[in-house]
């Protein structure tokens, strides 16, 4: 909104939707169509009314009666038709802006915006956004410029001064009154926009933290601010409501006062000689019908103002830069591999987050990463699956440094969970699939059975795996990984989200499907750091301590101050989370 | 859905002044309708009858001047009309969403807290109400003038002429007979393909969101193709839907116009052949569009305005959800040994118990350390001693006397709870440590803080103290937020007026190891000397606590084994 100096939302939200000309014409056609069909059908009926009292022969009116009934008839097939053609123009249109904003991403994986689901859904509608752009944006008022300029042009033919006339009211009301009422309109959204806010915080409070406000005696103090807020928000509506009314009233008035302009300029005219009896009659109707022009423009300006908004939100994500430079395409080696990280620091726009980081994990052997939250484990995880660009060091797998490989190279040899992996809205089958597209059915059933997930190939797993248990949703994340016969297996937080009870059995099952294979778990908590190899603390980007786990709480160190009242990390056995799916919401 | 829920006119009493504004201002407007065609036809006929503006004297210019003038102030009262019922509209929708919301407020509020899905509820009560706006300015009003405007034209139509009456008596009430028809037969096809498009619309979500994973497993390009084609199958299965929904529209559209143009070639030979006078004809020809126009405003708005309603009906049907209730006595708060005597609790709607058949003792001034796995009831146990939930058999007795007697208030004003994900306010540090004690001094705030292991926490903050927190205490972490509800209790624990119950919820789950040894140190003050359960699935928890703390273990769904430690 604030002139910046990038292109305008607008104009970039055209070019992505890259418009589908003849398609969008022939909407356009046709709906300046419909609507001519209703303004000429009333210029026409008053040309034969005119015409019929002046008692010509009935012949004189027949074209006139045939041409009538055919408008009649016009206005709707011609309506119906633009919908059709334009919804579908802008459902092809949609398929494009997917298509392009999907190959963006795909491109440059900005994968660290991914954090917030907000975001995402965000991005997605604001996408989905240009199909508004041609049916309710663009449409609407090309078709207008169309009739009007034609209703135009015939009042001018029948009186010149009436036609001007017509020409001001139309503008005025189809381009000053929905900028007028849109300029009307910033300060009191702006101030519903404060209130709002200021509302949905304590209806947030009073409602999310209901069993803390009961337990504390506090929910009337957070009713008496939510009934403040709303009180507030009520009283700025109310206020505003007369400045929100104004454009209803201006379309009003520069209708009423158009008609009484071409009732005055006409009779004026017909008193002078210069205007026959019937075109007044057709000027007079003409203007009192064409006001129906306009009436959708408001509701169009409206709708290019949200698309703009809309688009540069989603160019705020597409113009991110890729995280990783391009590099050598070269293969990676696959098989067993020593992995061996030197003096590895990175950074994304600050500090660094990791600052001279040195990491081993031979083949087959089981390394944990422990240490903080904010230490730089989840960047280490991010510059392995290469996601993230390194700013130097070296990263070597067997001979090929990672950091001078294409990702695709690397994601080749190198696998694992990702913080939160995603789980498609699919079966377990095409989830599993996805690693390895060839895979058998049998092969999938051996992955899952090592994973220890019971679950049937066709099951559906619902949007997001919500039919699926946090452990569960784990275990198929991990089986994914797995089909792809990694290298290295890197696990990044697998059991962040877990209750305590599941998270014991999850880590347990993870492990004992890696064995023998190079795992690096990444880890907040200190569960199961008996089953690894070597244990490395990591804080503020660099390795603070590390050995075996019996060394590090030997010595006094982060580790042997902290794994006082960490469970024991036998596995509980008491529960599963194994087994059949669970329904979609489970309660308290 | 009906047009007009009667549950809402009985709700929002604004809804009900509202109803009859737009009832005014429709009567009024009808006749500034009426009163400008008949104008207007005037005007026309007579000026083409020869009476000019400027003709010399004689009452036809006059009476043709004003009648022009009489125009104009149709046109400024249409307007002044059009903008006072618009605003009048968007005020009476503001007080009746009030109205809504805070009737769904403090029923949801009411008695003790209850399973919802509270983010539904504040989308609902916020954005959700906000759609009535449409139906409130937009909708009502046209419906109150598709149902004047019609029946006043017709009867001006048919007193000047009518055979064009007929026609439009005739036409009008097959409108909505073609369209309900319509509309039956689109709703029968649109569910159909609804669960198709649900799932073809959400794909490209789906795809975006999991882009990370697919670029892990290489596979973020090869899914492209699949993008297009998804949005094409959704384009083919959406394009089928409204090749049926536009029908509807069609309907109206085509009978609203093509019985205007036969009104007009009817009137035309009838004013051919000299049955009526050219002013009738004119009048006739500019009043029959304006029988149709309210009806087809209707139909344009009746799907965004039915968004309000579905928001209006949630909140029914939210309000219609009986509120929590416990048995609320208003004894006085007991003291000593916590007893469960044989405790059942079954919520409705569940098959298994949530907890069956416990019994149990919570000695005075003693920590008992409950165990187990999830679903054995752990969270049930502290609902109970939080009296947010009734025991469906079996009673809770503290010191002898039934703890069901009590002011359920007074004796939660001697617990310290900590849940297990702490609900912070937007407030101050200050404020959220003060919930349950708003007229505890500073001194006691800061040495409740420093307790719960805060001081490190509030020094690395802005303002101290006084720092607001942000929605849902965003500024904070997970850790540090589980020690502001430390501090919460500490305070509430130190102020409480009888020895105070402390009860505390799997106190470092999901914590990094730094803020989960804050946390025990923490854990291990408040519950020293007092009465205290701790709910954990972690049994290294007894490592921390007084040698005298008892272990009881909860099995789903009873308790198996129970005792004194050491």
Same mark, same amino acid.
């Not at chain 1, 994990?361 to 422990?370: D, F, K």
């Not at chain 1, 070597?534 to 660099?542: L, S």
């Not at chain 2, 002044?80 to 007080?95: K, M, N, P, Q, Y």
């Given at each position: ?107 440059t ?24 752009l041609?049916?309710r ?10 009739v ?7 009042s ?57 406000l ?117 293969p990676?080696?696959?098989?067993p ?30 390394v ?221 | ?23 005014g ?45 009489? +125009?104009? &102030? $149709?046109? =400024?009262?249409? %307007?002044? /009309? *059009?903008?006072? !019922?618009? @605003? ?25 807290p ?29 419906? +109150?003038? &598709? $149902?004047? =405007?019609?029946? %006043?034209? /017709? *009867?001006?139509? !048919?007193? @000047? ?63 492209? %193709? ?8 959704h ?5 089928g ?47 029959a ?16 305005s ?32 916590l ?29 008992t ?73 500073m ?13 490190d926490v509030v ?15 965003a ?6 937020r589980q ?27 999901h ?9 025990r140190?923490?854990?291990g003050?408040l ?9 954990t ?30």
């Amino acid at each position: 909104m604030n002139g910046t100096a990038h292109p305008d939302g607008l104009v970039r939200m055209l070019a992505l939707a890259r418009p589908r000309g003849g398609r969008f014409a022939l909407g356009v056609v046709l709906g300046a169509a419909a609507t001519a069909a209703g303004v000429g059908l009333l210029s026409l009926a008053a040309w034969l009314i005119a015409t019929a009292a002046t008692h010509p022969g009935v012949t004189a009116l027949s074209v006139a009666v045939v041409l009538t009934r055919a408008l009649g008839v016009t206005r709707g097939v011609a309506r119906y038709l633009e919908r059709l053609v334009t919804h579908d123009a802008a459902l092809r249109t949609l398929a494009d802006a997917r298509d392009r904003v999907y190959a963006r991403l795909a491109a440059t994986e900005p994968v660290r915006r991914f954090r917030s689901g907000d975001l995402v859904s965000r991005l997605v509608s604001d996408t989905d956004a240009t199909q508004d752009l041609l049916v309710r944006g663009l449409t609407p008022p090309l078709a207008a410029l169309l009739v009007g300029g034609g209703v135009v042009a015939l009042s001018t033919a029948l009186l010149t001064e009436g036609g001007l006339l017509l020409a001001a009211g139309l503008v005025l009301a189809g381009v000053a009154v929905p900028l007028l009422a849109a300029r009307a309109g910033r300060g009191p959204g702006r101030r519903a926009t404060v209130a709002r806010a200021e509302l949905s915080t304590a209806l947030v409070d009073a409602l999310q933290g209901a069993p803390d406000l009961v337990a504390y005696g506090a929910m009337d103090r957070a009713v008496a601010r939510v009934e403040a807020a709303d009180a507030d928000l009520t009283r700025t509506a109310r206020r505003d409501a007369r400045l929100l009314g104004l454009g209803a009233g201006a379309t009003a008035l520069l209708a009423g006062l158009t008609l009484w302009g071409s009732l005055l300029l006409g009779v004026a005219a017909v008193t002078a000689g210069r205007l026959e009896p019937i075109p007044l009659a057709v000027l007079v109707l003409t203007a009192l019908a064409a006001f129906e022009i306009v009436a959708p423009l408001p509701a169009a300006a409206a709708r290019l103002g949200a698309v703009r908004a809309s688009g540069e939100r989603l160019f705020g994500v597409l113009d991110t830069p890729p995280q990783v430079r391009p590099a050598a395409d070269e293969p990676v080696p696959a098989g067993p591999a020593d992995l061996r990280i030197r003096d590895l620091t990175v950074r994304y726009d600050g500090p660094l987050v990791l600052d001279g980081l040195d990491l081993d994990v031979p083949a087959g052997a089981h390394v944990a990463v422990v240490g903080p939250s904010g230490a730089g484990k989840s960047t280490l995880a991010a510059v392995l699956f290469r996601f993230q660009d390194a700013e130097g060091g070296a990263v070597r797998l067997g001979d090929a440094d990672l950091l001078h490989r294409s990702p695709d190279a690397v994601r080749g040899v190198v696998s694992g969970v990702p913080q939160d992996p995603h789980v498609f809205d699919s079966t377990v089958r095409e989830n599993l699939r996805l690693a390895r597209p060839a895979a058998t059915d049998d092969e999938l059933l051996d992955v899952l059975a090592r994973v220890r997930l019971d679950l049937d190939l066709d099951d559906p797993v619902g949007i997001r795996g919500s039919r699926l248990s946090g452990g569960m949703r784990q275990r198929l994340a991990l089986a994914r990984a797995l089909l792809t016969d990694p290298a290295l297996l890197v696990l990044d937080e697998p059991t962040a989200h877990l209750d305590p009870d599941t998270r014991d059995a999850v880590l347990d099952d993870l492990l004992d499907a890696a064995v023998g294979r190079a795992t690096l778990l990444i880890t907040h908590d200190l569960a199961g750091l008996e089953r690894m190899d070597h244990v490395y603390v990591v804080r503020d980007g660099r390795v603070a301590e590390h050995g075996t786990l019996a060394e590090l709480r030997a010595t006094d160190g982060w580790l042997s101050g902290r794994q006082k009242g960490q469970p024991s990390g036998q596995p509980s056995g008491l529960l599963s989370d194994r087994g059949a799916l669970s329904p979609a919401t489970a309660g308290r | 859905m009906k047009p007009l829920d009667p549950r809402l006119l009985r709700t929002a009493s604004a809804v009900r002044t509202h109803l009859l504004v737009a009832t005014g201002c429709g009567a009024a407007l009808t006749g500034l309708i009426l009163l400008q065609a008949w104008l207007v036809s005037r005007v026309v006929a007579r000026a083409t009858g020869g009476a000019g503006l400027e003709s010399t004297v004689g009452s036809a210019s006059a009476d043709l001047a004003l009648a022009i003038a009489a +125009v104009a &102030a $149709v046109a =400024v009262a249409r %307007a002044g /009309l *059009a903008h006072g !019922a618009e @605003a009048a509209a968007l005020r009476s929708a503001a007080t009746a969403k009030s109205q809504l919301r805070m009737r769904l407020v403090r029923h949801v509020t009411a008695g003790v807290p209850r399973d919802r899905d509270a983010g539904e509820l504040v989308t609902l009560a916020t954005r959700g109400l906000d759609a009535l706006d449409d139906y409130f300015a937009r909708y009502l009003p046209q419906l +109150v003038l &598709a $149902v004047m =405007v019609p029946v %006043a034209v /017709l *009867a001006v139509i !048919a007193g @000047a002429d009518w055979v064009s009456a007929v026609v439009v008596a005739v036409t009008i009430p097959l409108i909505p007979l073609f369209m309900a028809l319509v509309g039956m037969h689109t709703q029968a096809r649109t569910n159909r393909q609804w669960a198709l498009l649900n799932r073809l619309g959400g794909h490209f979500l789906d795809v975006v969101e999991g882009l990370p994973t697919l670029a892990l497993f290489r596979r973020a390009k090869a899914e492209a %193709a699949l993008v297009r084609e998804v949005t094409d199958q959704h384009r083919e299965a959406t394009m089928g839907t409204l090749k049926v929904a536009f029908l509807s529209a069609f309907v109206l559209e085509v009978l609203a116009t093509l019985a205007v143009a036969l009104v007009a070639v009817e009137i035309g030979f009838r004013l051919l052949y000299g049955q009526v006078d050219l002013e009738t004809a004119l009048f006739v020809l500019i009043l029959a569009p304006e029988a149709y126009l309210p009806l087809r405003e209707v139909g344009a708005r009746f799907h965004a305005s039915m968004e309000g309603i579905a928001a209006a009906q949630q909140v029914f049907t939210a309000l219609d959800d009986r509120a929590g209730v416990i048995a609320a006595g208003t004894g006085a708060v007991p003291s000593g040994d916590l007893r469960l005597h044989d405790v059942t609790v079954r919520y409705p709607g569940r098959d298994r118990a949530a907890l069956d058949d416990l019994d149990l003792t919570l000695p005075a001034g003693r920590t008992t350390l409950v165990t187990g796995p999830s679903g054995a009831g752990k969270s049930t146990l502290l609902g109970l001693l939080l009296r947010f939930v009734d025991p469906t058999a079996g009673r809770i007795t503290v010191g002898g006397d039934d703890l069901a007697a009590a002011d359920p208030d007074g004796w939660r004003r001697g617990v310290a709870w900590v849940p297990q994900d702490p609900h912070l306010f937007d407030d101050t540090v200050a404020g959220n440590i003060r919930l349950g004690e708003p007229d505890a001094p500073m001194a006691a705030v800061r040495r409740a803080a420093s307790l719960a292991e805060l001081d490190d926490v509030v020094a690395g903050l802005p303002a101290g103290f006084a720092t607001r927190l942000g929605e849902r205490g965003a500024r904070l972490s997970a850790g540090q937020r589980q020690r502001v509800a430390l501090a919460r209790a500490f305070l509430r624990a130190e102020r409480s007026p009888v020895s105070p119950l402390v009860l505390l919820d799997e106190p470092t789950a999901h914590l990094d190891p730094d803020n989960a040894a804050a946390v025990r140190r923490a854990v291990g003050r408040l519950v020293e000397g007092r009465t205290a359960v701790i709910v954990t699935h972690d049994p290294a928890w007894a490592d921390e606590l007084p040698g005298d703390a008892q272990l009881a273990r909860l099995e789903a769904p009873a308790l198996v084994a129970g005792g004194l430690r050491r």
